[in-house]
């Protein structure tokens, strides 16, 4: 089964960047769809990106478009969520998940394989 492991979270002022990456190992990705999710304190998960690992067809949730950018690299089993003018309220766990069937991209009931989460803090 696919394996994802979150890194890149930590602190950052209000306004500032950061980049996350998920590498996956396990079989092949295929045309699978690679994820970023959230979930803060006593809210529910949320949908934040997504690409397809086969074709590059990226997805945004509204609130973060423009300012977000996910990415991957292929031949390093890669996806990377570039995060831009980071806000106080997006302070969260953030997760890599993978979807083999590509069957949902904005439900996180869809994917099936999660990371651990990394902690993004964006605070003055």
């Known amino acids: 089964q696919v394996q994802l492991v979150e890194s890149g979270g930590g602190s950052v002022q209000p306004g500032g960047s950061l980049t996350l990456s998920c590498v996956a190992s396990g079989p092949s990705l295929g045309s699978s769809t690679l994820g970023w999710f959230r979930q803060a304190s006593d809210k529910a998960r949320e949908f934040v990106a997504a690409i397809n690992w086969s074709t590059g067809n990226t997805h945004y949730a509204y609130a973060v478009k423009g300012r977000f950018t996910i990415s991957k690299d292929n031949s390093k089993n890669l996806v990377f969520l570039q995060m831009n003018s980071l806000k106080p309220e997006e302070s969260a766990v953030y997760y890599c998940?993978?979807?083999?069937?590509?069957?949902?991209?904005?439900?996180?009931?869809?994917?099936?394989?999660w990371g651990q989460g990394t902690q993004v803090t964006v605070s003055s």
């Open positions: 998940a993978a979807d083999p069937d590509s069957s949902g991209v904005y439900y996180y009931t869809a994917y099936d394989y």
